[in-house]
């Protein structure tokens, strides 16, 4: 049964990820956050964070050791957001091609698979992408677009500019089966990937709002007021 009586968020431990920052990022907005592998804080969340680094087949590994794939696919059925980042995102997919083929979480039909390494007269853009890049925000995650059910409140890029720059760590991009469900592309050299997504409650961000600045704050300001 959830409890309705506190909001608060839980940012789901399985051994990996920026644990603290996101929960840093939270507090600084106002949101209480809890870093958490319990199932039942899990489901009783008004808000669970995946984050995320590393492989994605170990840690789909400690997922299931720690007894939390069918928590966080309940919550995705539940209406409650789901935010995943990094590896979290990549994680809602239905598969990675990482060192192999690895079952994901299956929340979101797609597939994980290798960024492309390009080159051009000026530049070699090489993998794995580590630093800034810009986004280019998609017409579904325009404020005004029908597309979005729940309109402006329910898009955590609102208030986004355009080409706003975001802090990027990965050599693996999703490729969501929806393109409805991408809110954002970004490009490394010739190369574009989804860089942000939304189906229905769950979020996926590949790069880190937490270590994104003033921007990466935002989204987490948009998340309590989504919440309030």
């Not at 597939?111 to 492309?116: A, I, N, P, S």
Request: with cysteine; glycine share 10%.
């Amino acid at each position: 049964m959830r409890n309705n009586s506190i909001a608060y968020v839980a940012i789901v431990d399985y051994g990996t990820g920026n644990l603290f920052s996101v929960m840093q990022a939270c507090e600084r907005v106002g949101l209480l956050a809890t870093i958490t592998s319990s199932p039942q804080e899990i489901l009783n969340a008004s808000v669970v964070i995946l984050p995320g680094v590393g492989a994605f087949g170990e840690a789909m590994k400690s997922l299931r050791k720690v007894g939390l794939v069918e928590p966080l696919q309940k919550v995705a059925c539940s209406g409650i957001p789901l935010i995943g980042i990094c590896l979290g995102m990549q994680l809602l997919m239905t598969e990675s091609h990482e060192f192999g083929r690895h079952l994901g979480l299956g929340i979101i039909e797609g597939e994980v698979f290798r960024m492309k390494e390009t080159q051009n007269a000026v530049h070699y853009y090489k993998v794995p992408q580590v630093g800034w890049n810009r986004i280019q925000l998609t017409e579904v995650a325009s404020e005004g677009s029908r597309k979005l059910v729940g309109g402006p409140k329910n898009n955590l890029l609102a208030g986004i500019e355009q080409n706003a720059f975001m802090y990027f760590v990965h050599s693996y991009y999703c490729k969501p089966n929806d393109i409805n469900s991408v809110l954002s592309v970004t490009q490394h050299g010739e190369f574009t990937f989804c860089s942000a997504l939304r189906c229905g409650n769950v979020y996926g961000f590949q790069f880190h709002p937490e270590k994104s600045g003033s921007l990466g704050l935002h989204i987490y300001r948009n998340l309590a007021r989504m919440i309030q």
